[in-house]
């Protein structure tokens, strides 16, 4: 047998890997801009709850005698 005759089976088959492998590294390149852009979101969408959780906490843990002092001292000022 010949090996002569699969040098150019040998180059199309490379060649085919090669552009197998590109498309992959671009698929993964990709996959990681969007995850990357993804996970900014949550991370601004987390920092947006927490503040917002931060003053649901705040109004729950509000003694209610020092609100209704607070109401009582602003009607005493009209």
Do not use: C, N, S
């Not at 040098?7 to 060649?15: C, E, N, W």
């Not at 992959?24 to 991370?43: F, G, N, P, S, V």
Request: net charge negative; no cysteine; aromatic share 6%.
């Amino acid at each position: 047998m010949d090996f002569g005759d699969l040098i150019p089976v040998a180059g199309i088959l490379a060649g085919l890997g090669f552009a197998w492998i590109a498309l992959k590294y671009r698929e993964l390149t990709l996959t990681h801009r969007h995850a990357q852009e993804d996970a900014a979101l949550q991370a601004t969408e987390k920092k947006r709850l927490e503040e917002r959780l931060a003053v649901l906490v705040r109004i729950a843990t509000d003694r209610g005698l020092e609100t209704a002092g607070q109401i009582d001292a602003l009607r005493d000022r009209v």
